[in-house]
């Protein structure tokens, strides 16, 4: 049996109706990768949902999205600050919480690896015009999202060079927010040219999130599969049936 992978949904607006949506990509990939995708609506962050959800699944992917509410790591709201989905927050940071405590393995990716980062303490620039010195096109526009926007140098030692297997490479770049402090317990394992983080990981079976969109990636640079690869393999381990 494959290994189950819960997906984390978003809020979509379609005139006056509310969707729980997620990129085909992600399900696509889990599929490709030899897990069994289950896509997890945003129940609040009532704590028996949570466990309910952690005992459906064998391991979780964080997917992109609008921004995080600054209170959760103690800012107010700057005027670049993009949209911002608060019962999707408090949702993911349940998550984040919970899958630390079950050591559950999780994937974080683009806004995946902001919320990762802030549930275990650490903090964001609202808009990459706050850091001095961040190059611009880490925010890729619409049509352009889908292409490679800048490199990314991976980390000696760590877990996603074993992944990859490679020291450099490009890599899509939609996100407008980055990393400020880093959480505690988190090391840094991939970085572009400018210094913004573009990879973190952390302890336990296994906890890495990026920057970029392996999932709008997997069709031209079929390497970016083995990210999710390594989450279902880490997930087949955890399988408790
Ligand atoms: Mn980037």
Known sequence: MRPRIGITSWHYRDDDERW???????????????????????????????????EAIDGLILTGGADIHPSLYGQTVLERCGEIDEE????????????????????????????????????LYQDLSYRQETDPTHQSSREQRGESAHAVTIMEGSRLIEILGV??????????????????????????????????????????AVHWHPERMVARYPEQLALFRALVEAAEKSHRH
């Open 20 to 54: 729980e949506a997620v990129l085909e990509g992600y399900p696509r990939a889990v599929l490709e990768a030899g897990g069994l995708p289950l896509i997890l609506p945003i129940p609040h962050a009532a704590p028996d949902l949570i466990e309910g959800y952690l």
């Open 167 to 208: 020291r450099e490479l490009d890599v899509t770049s939609t996100h407008h927010q980055i990393i400020r402090d880093l959480a505690p317990n988190l090391t840094i394992n991939a970085a572009a040219p400018d210094g913004v983080i573009e990879g973190i990981e952390g302890p336990g079976r296994f906890l890495l």
């Open 88 to 123: 999707r927050d408090r949702f993911e940071v349940a998550l984040v919480h919970a899958a630390r405590s079950h050591d559950l393995p999780l994937l974080g990716i683009c806004r995946g690896l902001q919320v990762v980062n802030v549930a275990m303490g650490g903090s």
